[in-house]
Antibody, heavy 122, light 106 residues
Framework: QVHLVQSGAEVRKPGASVKVSCRVS????????MHWVRQAPGKGLEWMGG????????IYAQKFQDRVTMSEDTSTDTAYMYLSSLRSEDTGIYYC???????????????WGQGTLVTVSS | SYELTQPPSVSVSPGQTASITCSGD??????VCWYQQKPGQSPVVVIF???KRPSGIPERFFGSNSGNTATLTISGTQVMDEADYYC?????????FGGGTKLTVL
């Protein structure tokens, strides 16, 4: 059973950056494709990016490509999502979500973190 | 990016059948997943591979996908099924979601 634990809530001013972590237990990061999903207050789910096992790289949604960096530390089984140049519209809950790399296509995101609230306000 | 369209809301009476659609260009050529999200909780996958249920998901949840439309059907809808539901084209490396549908059971 994969368990994902995310870092705590953050408050940032516009123009600042934030780094959210997601620690994996019950498996290892190298066995998983890690993805990040954002949810603005009262809004829907928005895929930000994630690991593509077909080419072994992290790919980003075009909307976030210029401001987001996702990384992984396999020594601690912890993934990170770094978002820069924050603006008020970036306020929301950020989720990490995983699927096993060996899973066949169409499996979806099996496991989700509890979410991290990021508030951007002056 | 690939766009998926869902109705904003669907209402159903308890015990009746609820149908939530998700449309996209040639969606039937892709795998579709469905997620349930209740207030204050993380999403949970209820359907993957168009029509498969993860263990623990009740048999009343059924998925189909053909042409340009995928459908999540909940038969004998219960009050506990009231939630937001999101479709996702889940066979690609990307993971775009539909806009979500609020299911009201009353």
């Amino acid at each position: 059973q994969v368990h994902l634990v995310q870092s705590g809530a953050e408050v940032r001013k516009p123009g600042a950056s934030v780094k959210v972590s997601c620690r994996v237990s019950g498996s290892t990061l190298s066995e998983l494709s890690m993805h990040w999903v954002r949810q603005a207050p009262g809004k829907g789910l928005e895929w930000m990016g994630g690991f593509d096992p077909e080419n072994g790289e992290i790919i980003y949604a075009q909307k976030f490509q210029d401001r987001v960096t996702m990384s992984e530390d396999t020594s601690t089984d912890t993934a990170y999502m770094y978002l820069s140049s924050l603006r008020s519209e970036d306020t929301g809950i950020y989720y990490c979500a995983t699927v096993f790399r060996i899973a066949v296509a169409g499996t979806g995101f099996d496991d989700w973190g509890q979410g991290t609230l990021v508030t951007v306000s002056s | 990016s690939y766009e998926l369209t869902q109705p904003p809301s669907v209402s159903v009476s308890p015990g009746q059948t609820a149908s939530i659609t998700c449309s996209g260009d040639k969606l039937g050529d892709k795998y579709v997943c469905w997620y349930q999200q209740k207030p204050g909780q993380s999403p949970v996958v209820v359907i993957f591979h168009d029509n498969k249920r993860p263990s623990g998901i009740p048999e009343r949840f059924f998925g189909s996908n053909s042409g340009n439309t995928a459908t999540l059907t909940i038969s004998g809808t219960q009050v506990m099924d009231e939630a937001d539901y999101y479709c996702q084209a889940c066979d690609s490396s990307t993971g775009e979601f539909g806009g979500g549908t609020k299911l009201t059971v009353l």
